[in-house]
């Protein structure tokens, strides 16, 4: 019996291919623009590859995963079910602990980068990611990530992170936002104003 394609299959064109390359030296960054993206200890640059579009609600501490500007900078302008970006932060440096409504998968590029989670008892556990380890959280799962590489201190490292859907929220925990406004960091008017 000879084998069946099933799927559809179409060609395409150079020009439209060309438009889902990234070079990562001609990528945008920013600093998230997140509520933690002005926090000590917090600053990172987020780097949007293939871009999901921003989540309809951005208001009440809801907001892109990636941000509000690095949602709007997508390299490879797509939705397709994923969002694929790079965070590039000095060691000592990631996001404060936060949620998700999708999958949010992190994969060491460069460095090691410790990705930490709130236990079924609320307490934090971390596991270390070495190059090209990953670690996957599920949708529900507080979490955070932070460059723990040892060596120079002026020297930042690049994790690679994967989010499911095509218009994810994130929200910090209300922990977090508590430390955010009490540091002057993001004012109560500007997060009720979201």
């Given at each position: 019996?000879?084998?069946?394609?099933?799927?559809?299959?179409?060609?395409?064109?150079?020009?439209?291919?060309?438009?889902?390359?990234?070079?990562?030296?001609?990528?945008?960054?920013?600093?998230?623009?997140?509520?933690?993206?002005?926090?000590?200890?917090?600053?990172?640059?987020?780097?949007?590859?293939?871009?999901?579009?921003?989540?309809?609600?951005?208001?009440?501490?809801?907001?892109?995963p990636v941000g509000d500007i690095a949602a709007r900078l997508a390299a490879i302008k797509i939705s397709e079910g994923f969002n694929l970006g790079y965070c590039r932060a000095l060691p000592g440096k990631g996001p404060m602990l936060h949620n998700h409504d999708t999958n949010e998968t992190f994969i060491a590029m460069t460095g090691t980068w410790r990705a930490s989670w709130e236990n079924e008892r609320g307490r934090l556990e971390h596991v270390d990611l070495k190059p090209l380890d990953l670690i996957s959280f599920p949708p529900g799962a507080s979490r955070r990530f932070m460059n723990v590489t040892k060596g120079p201190k002026n020297k930042p490292s690049i994790l690679m992170f994967v989010i499911g859907g095509n218009a994810p929220s994130a929200e910090f925990t209300s922990e977090s936002m508590r430390r955010i406004e009490a540091a002057g960091a993001m004012p109560r008017l500007a997060r009720k104003a979201r």
């Open positions: 019996m000879e084998y069946k394609e099933t799927l559809p299959r179409r060609g395409i064109s150079r020009k439209a291919m060309m438009k889902r390359v990234a070079r990562f030296k001609k990528l945008k960054g920013s600093d998230g623009g997140l509520p933690d993206s002005k926090m000590p200890g917090c600053e990172r640059i987020l780097y949007n590859v293939i871009g999901f579009q921003p989540p309809r609600v951005e208001k009440n501490g809801k907001q892109s």
